[in-house]
């Protein structure tokens, strides 16, 4: 049984990839954004073991240049830091010539990469000027 349920949940979650995939193709064109706000923090972690904050169980993100500080403290290596970005970016959009503005948060990538000013790639929805991908 275990083994059907595995497959089916693999199943299920490649029908959503295909779908979001189709959905960008179909309805989204790549255009360029600029990143407008940024703010960076780190997080350590290793498989499933990583540095929660003291009152709860919740992952525990701190200034990066803490970071090597407290990996070392919890027996944690220097590459087990990982730098999480929230940033906001603004785009044009060619449906209606407005400036739009969004936001993210991704893991894994160095704080060089989405500096105030970079520009960087997104999908802008063909019909709804408002929607964008990153």
Same mark, same amino acid.
């Given at each position: 049984?275990?083994?059907k349920l595995n497959a089916a949940i693999l199943g299920s979650l490649a029908v959503g990839v295909a779908f979001s995939q189709a959905? $960008? !193709?179909a309805n989204y064109q790549k255009d360029e954004a600029e990143i407008i706000q940024?703010?960076?923090?780190?997080?350590?972690?290793?498989?499933?073991?990583?540095?929660?904050e003291r009152d709860s169980e919740?992952?525990?993100y701190m200034d990066c240049d803490l970071a090597p500080?407290?990996?070392m403290m919890?027996?944690?290596k220097p590459e087990d830091i990982t730098t999480r970005? $929230? !940033?906001?970016y603004q785009y044009v959009s060619a449906i209606d010539g407005q400036t739009y503005t969004k936001n993210f948060t991704k893991s894994g990538f160095q704080q060089a990469d989405y500096a105030v000013g970079?520009?960087?790639q997104v999908y802008l929805h063909k019909t709804k000027p408002e929607k964008s991908r990153f």
């Open positions: 049984m275990g083994l959905d $960008k !193709a940024a703010e960076f923090d780190c997080f350590v972690a290793k498989g499933n073991r990583h540095i929660v919740t992952r525990a500080l407290a990996a919890h027996d944690f970005t $929230k !940033a906001i970079s520009k960087i």
